[in-house]
């Protein structure tokens, strides 16, 4: 079992950026997919960015294709999520999960570890 702390969070205007971190603990980091969910009020928690363990694969939502970027450092124990041009409707809260497999994964249900979240909000 991974546990999972988010930072980073925070109110923006629109097309502005954020980074957000979530520190992991464990030694097995590197050998589990990590990946970015958000949720909306009244919303079901969508897919936003994912990355395999090594780093070298990454996807994305279509809706922030372009505008965000996955990265991870494993000697860190940390994966980020940066967010440019952000937009009103990118207002959400922002959960980090770990799956236990090595490759990239778009599906909630393959994540079995969660942060806590943070909050993202952005005003236009």
């Known amino acids: 079992q991974v546990q999972l702390v988010e930072s980073g969070g925070g109110l923006v205007q629109a097309g502005g950026s954020l980074r957000l971190s979530c520190a992991a603990s464990?030694?097995?980091?590197?050998?589990?997919?990590m990946g970015w969910f958000r949720q909306a009020p009244g919303k079901g928690r969508e897919f936003v960015a994912a990355?395999?363990?090594?780093?070298?694969?990454?996807y994305y939502a279509d809706s922030v294709k372009g505008r965000f970027t996955i990265s991870r450092v494993n000697a860190r124990n940390t994966v980020y999520l940066q967010m440019n041009s952000l937009k009103p409707e990118d207002t959400a809260v922002y959960y980090c999960?770990?799956?236990?497999?090595?490759?990239?994964?778009?599906?909630?249900?393959?994540?079995?570890?969660w942060g806590q979240g943070t909050q993202v909000t952005v005003s236009s």
């Open positions: 999960a770990a799956a236990p497999t090595v490759f990239v994964t778009t599906r909630l249900t393959a994540y079995d570890d």
């Open positions: 990355i395999s363990g090594s780093g070298t694969n990454t």
């Open positions: 464990g030694r097995t980091f590197s050998s589990r997919a």
